[in-house]
C-alpha cells in the first residue's frame, strides 16, 4: 500500500484500477517475457547457423569422396539429396522467421499495452495527488550551497518522476535499484535491459548521462538512482536528484562543465523558485528549511 494522500479529504484513498504496483507488475512481466524471446531467438539462429554449416560441409566432403574413388556416376547423383537438404533447411528458416516475427509483435504489443497502462494510472493520479516536498538548503561558505529532500519511495517516487520530467520511470523502484550489473563498478544511473550499453554510460560525460532522460522519446524513462529535471522552462543549469540513502541531494551543471553538489548559491535559489512555480500551478507542495 502506498502513503499516498489525495487533495480531497486528505486520508488514503486507494481507487480500483489504480494501483501502480500492480501496473509496474504487469510491465515488468512483459520485458521479462521480451528478454526470454529474445535469448531464445538468437539460440535457435545459432542452431540454424551451425546445421546449415554443417550440411555445407557434409555436402563438400562426400562430393570429394565420391570424386576421389571415380564414382561418376554417383557424383552426378549428388545434387539430388543436396536440394533436398537445402530444402529442409530452407523450411527451417521461414518456420524461424515466422514465428520470430509473430512473437515479436505479439511481445511489444504487450509492452506497449502495460507501459500504456502505467502512464494512464499516473496521469490519474496527478490530477488527485500533490507531492509534499521538504527542502533543506545549508549554505557552504557565502557563495554554495547544499540542497537536499527525503527520498520518496514507492507510488510517491513514481509520481515525483512524472512530475519532475513529465514522464513515469521505466521501473517501479527506480529510485532505490542499485543492483550492480558489472562488479567494481558502481550502479549505472540507466535501468538494465533498456537497451542502454552501462558500461559506455559509466566511462561516458555528463551529455551522456543527461540523453536518459533529455530529449528521450521513450514513453517511460529509463533512469535509476536520481531524478533529473527535463522541464525545457528551467533550460541552464541543469539539475538533477541524486540518490543518497536517506536523502536525495540536488546536483547542477552548466553546458561545458559536470554535475556538482556544491551548488552556486543562484542554482539553489533558481531551483527552489521552480518548485514554488509549480506550487502556484497547484502541482505540489514544499517547504524549505534554511541552515
Known amino acids: 500500500m502506498s502513503d499516498l494522500e489525495l487533495k480531497?479529504?486528505?486520508?488514503?484513498?486507494?481507487?480500483?484500477?489504480?494501483?501502480?504496483?500492480?501496473?509496474?507488475?504487469?510491465?515488468?512481466?512483459?520485458?521479462?517475457?521480451?528478454?526470454?524471446?529474445?535469448?531464445?531467438?538468437?539460440?535457435?539462429e545459432a542452431?540454424?547457423?551451425?546445421?546449415?554449416?554443417?550440411?555445407?560441409?557434409?555436402?563438400?566432403?562426400?562430393?570429394a569422396f565420391l570424386a576421389g574413388a571415380g564414382e561418376g556416376e554417383a557424383a552426378a547423383s549428388l545434387p539430388v539429396p543436396a536440394e533436398d537438404f537445402r530444402a529442409e533447411l530452407q523450411q527451417g528458416r521461414e518456420a524461424f522467421e515466422a514465428w520470430a516475427r509473430e512473437e515479436t509483435g505479439r511481445l511489444e504489443a504487450?509492452?506497449?499495452?502495460?507501459?500504456?497502462?502505467?502512464t494512464a494510472r499516473v496521469e490519474r493520479w496527478l490530477e488527485h495527488f500533490r507531492p509534499h516536498l521538504r527542502l533543506e538548503v545549508a549554505a557552504i561558505g557565502k557563495e554554495r550551497s547544499v540542497v537536499h529532500l527525503p527520498t520518496p519511495r514507492g507510488d510517491?517516487?513514481?509520481?515525483?518522476?512524472?512530475?519532475?520530467?513529465?514522464?513515469?520511470?521505466?521501473?517501479?523502484?527506480?529510485?532505490?535499484?542499485?543492483?550492480?550489473?558489472?562488479?567494481?563498478?558502481?550502479?549505472a544511473l540507466?535501468?538494465?535491459g533498456a537497451g542502454i550499453d552501462l558500461s559506455a554510460l559509466r566511462e561516458g560525460s555528463a551529455d551522456d548521462e543527461d540523453?536518459?532522460?533529455?530529449?528521450?522519446?521513450?514513453?517511460?524513462?529509463?533512469?535509476?538512482?536520481?531524478?533529473?529535471?527535463?522541464?525545457?522552462?528551467?533550460?541552464?543549469?541543469?539539475?538533477?536528484l541524486m540518490l543518497r540513502g536517506p536523502v536525495l541531494e540536488l546536483e547542477s551543471r552548466e553546458a561545458d562543465?559536470?554535475?556538482?553538489?556544491?551548488?552556486?548559491?543562484?542554482?539553489?535559489?533558481?531551483?527552489?523558485?521552480?518548485?514554488?512555480?509549480?506550487?502556484?500551478?497547484?502541482?505540489?507542495?514544499?517547504?524549505?528549511?534554511?541552515g
Open 8 to 44: 480531497t479529504g486528505g486520508a488514503l484513498e486507494r481507487r480500483e484500477g489504480d494501483d501502480l504496483r500492480l501496473a509496474y507488475a504487469e510491465l515488468t512481466a512483459a520485458r521479462t517475457h521480451h528478454a526470454a524471446f529474445l535469448l531464445e531467438r538468437e539460440a535457435r
Open 47 to 63: 542452431a540454424l547457423g551451425r546445421k546449415s554449416h554443417h550440411v555445407q560441409g557434409a555436402l563438400e566432403a562426400a562430393k
Open 110 to 118: 504487450a509492452i506497449e499495452a502495460a507501459s500504456a497502462e502505467v
Open 156 to 187: 510517491e517516487a513514481v509520481l515525483l518522476c512524472a512530475l519532475l520530467t513529465g514522464k513515469p520511470p521505466l521501473t517501479y523502484d527506480f529510485l532505490l535499484d542499485d543492483a550492480v550489473d558489472h562488479l567494481g563498478q558502481p550502479s
Open 190 to 192: 540507466a535501468a538494465a
Open 211 to 240: 540523453a536518459i532522460a533529455h530529449g528521450s522519446e521513450a514513453t517511460l524513462l529509463p533512469i535509476r538512482r536520481h531524478l533529473p529535471l527535463t522541464d525545457p522552462i528551467l533550460g541552464w543549469p541543469r539539475f538533477r
Open 257 to 290: 562543465t559536470g554535475y556538482t553538489h556544491l551548488l552556486p548559491a543562484a542554482h539553489a535559489e533558481r531551483f527552489t523558485g521552480y518548485l514554488v512555480a509549480l506550487q502556484a500551478k497547484g502541482k505540489l507542495e514544499v517547504a524549505v528549511d534554511l
